[in-house]
């Protein structure tokens, strides 16, 4: 069982990680993981709020953690990511990925014996959503007809694995952006298997009546070479191009005023001040952008709780 895409999850094991959270966070649950569990972290993209909530959570089950930057082992040098998978889940008990091409974390979980763990490609970011949504429903107590407006880079990762697993639990989705910044078509369109979701290059239709309010860094982030050289992305390098077509989609007052009179802030940071935010949404009072990244320590711990007992439904 691992976990690599937001469509492993059936709507029965979103429930069953979320009632993991739940449970521990009402001191409900017995940690079962499995004693002196150790789980690696293979990055090779920078990371703050992902790898240390998951090995704090780790460390706080009663396990341990092996951070490697991917280009520190044998990969930069020509061993395979099979080879790398069958070793490396000999020693541990799971292991948790962040690079680029999903079809790597995909031949890592091919070949390993451990789980896996997706912690980020370019197409998504299934530990982020199910926080997300996690965070949401605690504040509206249900998906079902809540609409979340995501704003920007709706072609992004976070945007794909948001728009799943929120829809699979019955949110509608409205994705707003510029007309030519369309949603990634294969998540926009299995989405819409389940909820309604939308995409608006208006934000005052896409905003209507939303109850929350979404947004992401408009440039996706490089990686890192050896232990300090920042490798750019291909968007990084077109940064300013891309600054330009979304600043008109920056969540600030106006576009607030857009949606619901309750409706809440969401970043998954890091944010990048003044340009896809502004200061006054991300540390106003309709922010719950510090508690959405808080609740990462305790998604962290149910996911891996819940792939410890082989990722049931219930
Ligand atoms: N939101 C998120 O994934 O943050 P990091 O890049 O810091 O892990």
Redesign the pocket.
Known sequence: MNLISSDDLSRDQINRIFKIADDLKDNRVEITIKEHATMALLFEK??????VSFEVAMAQLGGHSIYLEKQTTHIGTGETLADTARVLSSYCDFIVVRTFEQSEVMEIAENSTAPVINA?TDVE?PT?ALTDVYTILQHTGKLKDTKIAFLGPVWHNVANSLMLIAAKLGAEVALVGPKDAQPNSIYFNKAREYSKVSFYDSIEEGLEDAEIVYTDTFIDMGHIKGSSDYVKTDQEKHAEELKRQFAPYQLNAKAMSYASKTALVMH???AHRGQEITDEMIDGPRSIVWEQAANKLLMAKAILLYLSEGGRSR
């Open positions: 920078p990371s703050l709020r992902t790898r980020l970011h982020q998954d940071l890091p």
